[in-house]
């Protein structure tokens, strides 16, 4: 069964540390690859995709992404967090006509 | 703001009922995308309009339809409504149906099932 996966429920980190969210996938082909943002009680905002090319993607608000074909790995990062980053993430990935969502991380950034 | 708007925000209905939400595009998008975001399925991809005409399906119950409108607005129909159908449903639209399209989000409609 195609699959996207976020491993880590909630992922804490201090203000001004860099970040990681991790997403792996199974879906076949080549597909494309997405992060979105849900802050509480909004709807997603897009933050950046991979559709083919360089490995790292960068994004809105200072986010980028690495692809890692090999892995099947499209992890988020940021250098340095932001109390604003708050929010719940969610990595997807589009093939065939349909996309698949991972269950999402809560970014909890700590002043 | 996206620019995406849906209706209503809220919606309390009862089992076996039928309700209707609806989504107004961005302006000049012609694609709109419904998801359903629930606590026990997460978000899950339903199905996709391009300029009036479905173009991809998502995990769609049969109870459930949508269409899109000669002026780009959509509606998902939700009938023989369940207690598992209580969910905050999105809309979004982007430019064109190619998946590498940006897709803009509305706020959503939370659904509430008693």
């Known amino acids: 069964a195609q699959s996207v996966a976020q491993p880590e429920d909630q992922v804490n980190v201090a203000e001004g540390n860099p970040l990681t969210v991790k997403c792996t996938y199974s879906?076949?082909?080549?597909?494309?690859l997405f992060w979105y943002v849900q802050y509480p009680n909004r709807g997603l905002q897009f933050l950046l995709k991979?559709?083919?090319?360089?490995?790292l993607v960068k994004g809105s608000y200072g986010f980028e992404a690495e692809f890692n074909k090999s892995q099947t790995s499209f992890h988020l990062k940021k250098p340095s967090a932001l109390v604003s980053d708050s929010a719940l993430y969610f990595c997807a990935a589009y093939n065939f006509n349909k996309f698949y969502f991972g269950s999402g991380t809560k970014l909890n950034v700590k002043p | 703001d996206s620019g995406v708007t849906q209706t209503p925000k809220h919606l309390i209905t009862a089992t076996g009922q039928r309700v209707t939400l609806r989504c107004s595009p961005r302006s000049g998008d012609l694609s709109v995308y419904w998801y359903q975001q629930s606590l026990d399925q997460g978000l899950q991809f339903l199905i996709q309009?391009?300029?009036?005409?479905?173009?991809a399906k998502g995990n769609i119950l049969e109870r459930f339809s949508a269409q899109q409108f000669p002026d780009l607005h959509s509606e998902l129909n939700l009938s023989s409504l369940e207690l598992g159908d209580s969910a905050l449903y999105f809309c979004?639209?982007?430019?064109?149906?190619?998946?590498?399209?940006?897709?803009?989000f509305g706020p959503g409609t939370r659904l509430l099932v008693l």
């Open positions: 309009y391009y300029n009036g005409e479905e173009r």
């Open positions: 979004a639209s982007s430019a064109s149906d190619s998946k590498q399209e940006t897709q803009y």
């Open positions: 991979y559709i083919t090319g360089d490995n």
């Open positions: 879906v076949s082909g080549n597909p494309y």
